[in-house]
């Protein structure tokens, strides 16, 4: 519920905020996000419910006796000039002699805002199809989807070159409780299915051995994480954790070397050496180079 | 001219009174268990019959069809007779009419908590009750026109057109979508596949919505109404208008269910356009009730009846401009697959459908018992609780809907999926859940409150079985009428010209979308499913897991990273039924093939908790109990073949030793992961067709 407000719901707010503050902001539906543009909708559909409502209290206040609010008045006027409908006290001009067990009919004029309402999205869907498939002015899904993409490239091409990004060759283990702890929420909600809670292994392999398929070390877990091993079951996970959460879990999967959990599945792939006790680039080098004589 | 006296027939009414009132609590009672076990999946107590996926589509059809079906037919009965100053066409098929549909309401309520369905949506009942329903139409049909036909007035009436379109097209929808080859006396399979079966499902699906919850209610409206409020219908020439574009329209709207599917596009773009033009001819109906109130709203201010019609035709021009709203692309991408859809249906279904309901029933109790309500305060009480249940639904589904779908978009600065969990996007739901919930108990109440008060009423007055009335014969003398007069004085006539303004847009739809082939383009690499998959798909159907979770993966960066490609029309061409979904309480399932292993599912099958904590999803203990019902493998291929799938001849001799093969290497599979299961319990089989699921294009990416 927290989260709820804290995340979702001031961004909401403050949007809203911007939107009765400038007030024009559909000309800018370029940079919209989604957001935006559910608050546009958003914000006419709540103006239009209010109208409703306002307009029906109103109406409820025709038969106060004698006096007249303005506001009734004012709103007899738009309506009548909206509906053009023959005035109460005159409607036997307009009364058809129809009687359906008791059920008389009126012959009031169609109210002109809602025939050029109809009008209004005639031309509308004239102009849809033909911006879709005539002239292909606005892009189809496939289209649409293509240019999304295009853009996220871009976006995740100029963070890279930004050196603001974690990469496997600049990422180290984390040993900061909080970075281990914000690590093992992250096991526990992604890795733990196939390694177990623990750590221990399930269908994935052990990860509190020292035995490592894909290579051990912050560098290889790392690259193993974000690119994957589909041969093996192993997901790419780039798409849904940052490189900051895969090294964060990374460093946690470290950590759990030696711990011993109970059900332990048995040992996969080759002994890691660690040169741990040396400084860390070394021991960096050290495993991608075990890698490649792992790969001979 | 000579007066002739006829006597009206208010025991059928009774009848439907009746089934309407009980119906109605049941149907909302189940609705209310749903919304619980939303966030309390305990209240399944762990037996199937009682599981969500098996009582929502229970929930929908006990409201639809039972509580508003019956509640069409009360109305009817009661007004076909004063419009037509006629008795009722037999008595006889009056009681046909009645106790058939009640059996068939009772089938619905033995078939669907058992899993017999045919999994789509709004017509999962299985064929045996196709039938009868087919039948029990044509019976209500017959009504309809013998009244009509043996009329002493020679005009019909607004509220007549209304019912006429209704009868022809309900008919028309519920025999083109429940086409379907039965493979034995309670599984048939349909005989469209994949997006051709979506299209014509939510052809039906939408105009079900249209000719089912809306045009016969819009009939009862023009007839209570006015009654109601005592005052002549606002425009007789905005009726004829909004009839005629309302029932051309409405048919092809279908496809705004589909947009960013694999529905070709000119398809999608269709249902968008006639959904916008929608709004004028919708909003007519609804004008036409409220303008109709002209000089009566100080009666609005004291009668129960009046007020509750009010809030209904507000409903329905609410529901109905946010329908074409949804319909536009940049909104479906955002509402489609949430909760916001339920608010919106339920605007609908409680605000309209309810409240008009509960309207006409507080008039017409006291009228058929010929005495006064018994409580006005109680139907004030009514009406209150009525309306908070309403706001407090809409206001917590419609919050729940954007939360979630803004989260599933999400993506942070690295250009990674905020929540890539999509537990996490339903877990902030949970307080939603119980908002909507505490909702739905403030409805039912309300409803309760009504039964007690009708009691009450009935109690008080004397039924008054016949009802005497007197009218002159119809001038048969022929006069010359012009244009629209002259169709509404020949029903038959006035009949055909509605069937080809309902006809046209499903035609235009949907013939091209099965002949030319370049609208599904197909992939090679997409193969039937084998004999163990597609038994795991009848599992899947049958504990209706597509309740739940969709199988199309939409055209966004927002679903393709989440679930991988996005899904093409020619994976689903071996799909009958096509089992797209519309709702993601769960994630989308149309690329979880191979994603987890063989005992990721079995253990999530057996307390989904296990393998995702906090899930809302109940476990489903009985498919490692169940039998996999393998003896009917050889006829399920034998139908399917006969729909088209290309099994080769015979196969049906090897089907079974193959099932069996593969069912040994997924038990194969289980064991050395230290799980025991025997090869012929249905967890099998749906292990099978999961793993299979979106899979067949992976082995040649570029699909063409």
């Not at chain 2, 006829?6 to 009746?18: A, E, G, P, S």
């Not at chain 2, 009862?220 to 007789?236: C, E, H, I």
């Not at chain 2, 946010?322 to 605000?351: Q, R």
């Not at chain 2, 050395?672 to 990416?701: C, F, M, N, S």
């Amino acid at each position: 519920m927290n989260k709820l407000f804290s995340s979702v719901n001031k961004r909401l707010l403050s949007l809203l905020l911007v939107i009765a503050s400038t007030g024009t902001t559909f000309a800018q539906a370029q940079d919209e996000s989604d957001l935006g543009k559910v608050f546009h909708i958003g914000v006419f559909i709540f103006f239009f419910l209010v109208f409703v409502v306002l307009l029906t209290l109103i109406s409820y206040h025709n038969s106060d006796d004698g006096k007249v609010p303005t506001l009734v008045k004012a709103w007899r006027w738009i309506n009548e000039k909206m509906t053009k409908a023959t005035p109460i006290d005159q409607e036997a001009q307009v009364m058809l002699d129809h009687d359906y067990d008791g059920i008389k009919e009126l012959d009031n004029v169609l109210p002109p805002w809602w025939k050029y309402l109809f009008y209004v999205t005639i031309v509308f869907s004239v102009i849809y199809i033909l911006n879709y498939h005539i002239t292909n002015v606005w892009a189809l899904s496939e289209g649409e989807y293509k240019e999304e993409i295009k853009l996220a490239e871009i976006q995740r091409a100029e963070l890279m070159g930004s050196g603001a990004f974690i990469t496997e060759k600049n990422v180290t283990a984390l040993t900061d409780p909080a970075s281990l702890a914000l690590g093992s929420e992250i096991f526990k909600k992604n890795c733990a299915a196939c390694h177990g809670f623990k750590g221990e292994g399930l269908v994935g392999p052990n990860m509190t051995d020292e035995f490592w398929i894909n290579g051990g070390g912050i560098k290889n877990i790392f690259r193993t994480v974000t690119n994957g091993v589909p041969e093996k079951g192993m997901l790419s996970w780039k798409a849904q954790l940052n490189p900051k959460a895969i090294q964060e879990v990374g460093s946690y999967i470290l950590s759990l070397y030696g711990t011993n959990p109970p059900n332990p599945k048995a040992p996969q792939g080759t002994k890691w050496v660690d040169v741990a006790s040396a400084d860390s680039t070394k021991a960096v080098v050290d495993s991608t180079k075990k890698i490649e004589t792992v790969k001979k | 001219m000579q007066l002739e006296t006829f006597r009206y027939d208010n025991t059928i009414v009774k009848k439907f009174t009746l089934a309407t009132v009980v119906w109605g609590v049941v149907g909302m009672l189940v609705g209310l268990i749903i919304a619980l076990q939303i966030f309390i999946p305990e209240l399944n107590f762990g037996i199937s019959f009682l599981t969500f996926g098996r009582l929502r589509p229970l929930h929908t059809n006990a409201v639809i069809f039972a509580f508003v079906g019956n509640g069409i037919f009360m109305g009817f009965y009661y007004m076909i007779q004063r419009l037509c100053k006629t008795r009722i066409f037999s008595d006889l098929l009056s009681n046909i009419h009645f106790w058939g549909w009640q059996l068939i309401i009772l089938c619905a309520a033995l078939t669907l908590p058992l899993g017999i369905t045919t999994g789509k949506e709004y017509a999962e009942l299985e064929w045996p009750i196709d039938i009868m329903i087919t039948l029990i139409w044509v019976v209500f049909g017959i009504q309809l026109i013998g009244t009509i036909l043996k009329r002493r007035e020679k005009h019909m009436y607004v509220a007549i057109w209304f019912f006429i379109a209704t009868i022809v097209t309900i008919a028309v929808l519920h025999i083109v979508n429940s086409l379907e080859l039965p493979v034995s006396f309670l599984k048939s399979y349909p005989v469209y596949a994949g997006v051709q079966d979506a299209l014509v499902q939510w052809w039906y699906g939408h105009n079900a919505v249209a000719f089912f919850l809306t045009t016969p209610y819009l009939g009862l409206m023009y007839y209570f109404l006015p009654k109601a409020a005592n005052r002549p219908v606002y425009s007789y020439r905005l009726s004829i208008i909004h009839f005629w574009s309302l029932i051309f329209l409405y048919i092809w709207a279908g496809p705004h269910h589909l947009l960013y599917s694999a529905l070709p596009d000119w398809a999608q773009s269709l249902g968008t356009v006639f959904s916008i033009m929608l709004i004028a001819p919708s909003w007519g109906g609804m004008i036409n009730g409220l303008l109709t109130l002209r000089g009566a709203w100080d009666k609005v201010r004291d009668d129960a009846v009046l007020k509750f019609m009010v809030v209904a035709i507000t409903a329905y021009g609410m529901a109905t401009f946010e329908g074409p709203m949804l319909s536009l692309k940049n909104v479906n991408a955002l509402a489609h697959f949430t909760d916001w859809i339920i608010a919106h249906v339920h605007v609908g279904a409680l605000g309209w459908n309810g409240f008009l309901t509960f309207g006409i029933l507080y008039w017409l109790v006291p009228k058929l018992w010929g005495t006064q309500l018994y409580s006005k305060k109680l139907a004030n009480f009514h009406f209150w609780t009525g309306f908070l249940g309403i706001v407090f639904y809409a206001s917590s589904m419609y919050w729940s809907g954007i939360t979630q779908s803004l989260m599933w978009k999400q993506f942070t600065v690295d250009g990674t999926l905020q929540y890539p969990n999509f537990l996490e996007t339903v877990l902030q739901l949970i307080p939603m859940y119980i908002i909507r919930a505490v909702g739905g108990t403030l409805f039912l109440t309300g409803v309760i409150v009504m039964v007690y008060n009708l009691i009450k009423t009935a109690g008080q007055g004397t039924f008054i079985k016949e009802e005497e009335a007197q009218a002159a014969p119809m001038d048969k003398t022929p006069t010359r009428l012009k244009g629209h007069i002259w169709i509404e004085s020949r029903p038959i006539r006035f009949l055909i010209l509605a069937t080809v303004a309902i006809l046209i847009g499903g035609l235009v739809e949907m013939i091209p979308t099965f002949l030319i082939k370049t609208n599904i383009p197909t992939i090679a690499a997409v193969k039937p499913y084998t004999p163990l998959e597609l038994q795991g798909r009848d599992v899947y159907i049958s504990n209706a897991c597509n309740s739940c979770h969709s199988q199309l993966v939409r055209p966004f960066r927002s679903e393709t990273e989440r679930y991988g490609e996005y899904s093409k029309a020619g994976e689903f061409v071996y799909d009958h039924p096509f089992l797209w979904g519309s709702k993601r309480t769960g994630p989308d399932l149309h690329r979880v093939g191979k994603k987890y292993p063989n005992v990721w599912h079995y253990h999530h099958m057996s307390d989904p908790r296990l393998m995702s904590p906090g899930s809302i999803m109940p476990p489903y203990p009985w498919l490692f109990d169940n039998q996999l019902d393998i003896a009917s493998t050889q006829a399920k291929i034998g139908a399917m073949r006969s729909l088209g799938v290309p099994y080769p001849e015979g196969y049906e001799s090897k089907a079974d030793a193959d099932l069996l093969k593969q069912a040994d290497e997924i038990v194969l599979d289980l064991q050395k992961a230290g799980v025991v299961v025997d090869r012929d319990k249905e967890i099998v089989a749906l292990i099978a067709y999961l793993q299979r699921l979106g899979t067949d294009i992976k082995a040649q990416p570029a699909a063409k």
